[in-house]
């Protein structure tokens, strides 16, 4: 059969989406999800994402990583999938959805997203690094000359060394300014460094602040694919009323045999 799909990216990080809402996509079919996302014999992506009715929300957001498994919360891909429901007249400029880690909120304007992610109770801090879950794990490591780091290496050592099978995703991070930070990800179900990734940036924001590296509570990420900026409230030992805001944008739609 043919199957209609929209591309989208946020920074860089791409996804194909596609209005599932009439259960049109086989959604245990591993190998199939694999292959849309797969960038010489598929669409090419780093995740596919799906659109589907919910009852408690405007629409419900369902996640694959490129490796064709469902995976955790991913801020970019909510951010897109905002657009793509805007776009398909699903939503207006404000809306609700239903993710794997909850229900999120998220509003649109000129192609700007803002995104609210889930409270963040605690962030694990030590000599070297932070770690948090933003949605998804995230190892946060502060590095000199990132530019010229091999993101794809050093990640791939400590997502699989340090944090086994089940993994997290490394972000590498080098300060700006006090409140402009460059950061690099190696993301687990891609095994590869992204152009961006939503809830990297949300989570080096908050290890920053956690560590002192900045006081501002609203913080600029730049990432290899663009700049998107974290705002968040400080709420005893954890983060509050944290808002991840950026561009989302569709690049083309198509149709593809399967």
Do not use: W
């Not at 805007?86 to 999120?104: R, T």
């Not at 192609?111 to 070297?128: H, K, Y």
């Not at 690094?129 to 530019?147: D, E, I, M, R, W």
């Amino acid at each position: 059969m043919k199957l209609n799909f929209y591309k989208y990216q946020g920074t860089g990080n791409d996804f194909v989406m596609i209005d599932n809402r009439h259960d049109i996509l086989p959604k245990n079919d591993t190998k199939l999800v694999n292959r849309l996302c797969d960038r010489k014999f598929g669409i090419g992506a780093d995740g596919l994402i799906l659109l589907e009715n919910c009852e408690t929300a405007d629409f419900k957001m369902v996640y694959y990583n490129a490796d064709g498994n469902e995976s955790s919360m991913c801020g970019n891909g909510g951010r897109c999938l905002v657009a793509f429901a805007n776009f398909l007249g699903v939503v207006g400029n404000n809306c609700s959805f239903m993710a794997v880690d909850g229900l999120h909120h998220a509003s649109i304007s000129e192609g700007i997203v803002s995104l609210a992610m889930q409270n963040v109770p605690a962030i694990d801090t030590f000599e070297a690094y932070s770690f948090l879950n933003t949605g998804s794990p995230h190892h946060v490591q502060l590095v000199k000359n990132l530019n010229e780091l091999d993101v794809k290496s050093n990640g791939e050592k400590l997502r699989y060394g340090k944090y086994g099978n089940a993994g997290s995703n490394i972000n590498f991070v080098e300060q700006e300014t006090a409140d402009v930070f460059s950061v690099r990800t190696y993301e687990r179900g891609v095994e590869d460094e992204t152009l961006s990734c939503g809830t990297g940036v949300t989570a080096v924001a908050l290890a920053m602040y956690e560590t002192s590296k900045t006081k501002s509570k609203e913080v600029t990420l730049k990432t290899p694919g663009g700049a998107l900026k974290v705002s968040f409230e400080k709420n005893g030992q954890g983060y509050t009323n944290i808002q991840l805001v950026g561009p989302a944008t569709q690049v083309y739609s198509g149709a593809i045999t399967v």
